[in-house]
């Protein structure tokens, strides 16, 4: 069990610096595009696809997903990781509970899937040119 919540956490970790490495390319190449809610919520929901790819939601857990986003959106949408620092380690450390607390929403079949997924999207990233050490 430790074993498997260890490399879950290098995973989620791995994706998180991931996807802020991959936010900042983003903004270099799609300068001038709109960066509203709706364009979040697209990107959101694109990620999600990917994630769960292969996993069934119950209501229930759709649900909590929901507020899980809902939870952490404000605090992402409040950061400023090109102009600050600080707030690349924290959208880092966001994006990582944010993970987990998805992650603990699933069944232990479903966690193997979602952690699965992770690897391919991190892989995925590696490929577009994402952090190398991610």
Do not use: W
């Amino acid at each position: 069990m430790f074993r498997l919540t260890a490399t879950a956490t290098l995973l989620l970790s791995s994706l998180a610096f991931a996807a802020v490495g991959q936010a900042q390319m983003c903004d270099t190449c799609m300068r001038g595009m709109p960066r509203d809610s709706a364009s979040r919520a697209a990107m959101r929901s694109h990620m999600q696809e990917q994630l769960f790819a292969g996993i069934t939601l119950t209501d229930a857990q759709k649900k909590q997903i929901d507020g899980i986003n809902a939870k952490y959106d404000p605090k992402m949408q409040a950061l400023h990781p090109r102009e600050n620092p600080d707030d690349r380690q924290t959208a880092r450390d966001l994006m990582q509970q944010r993970m987990s607390d998805i992650r603990g929403t699933l069944t232990p079949d479903q966690q193997t899937v979602f952690d699965k997924n992770v690897a391919a999207m991190r892989q995925q990233m590696r490929g577009r040119g994402g952090p190398p050490n991610s």
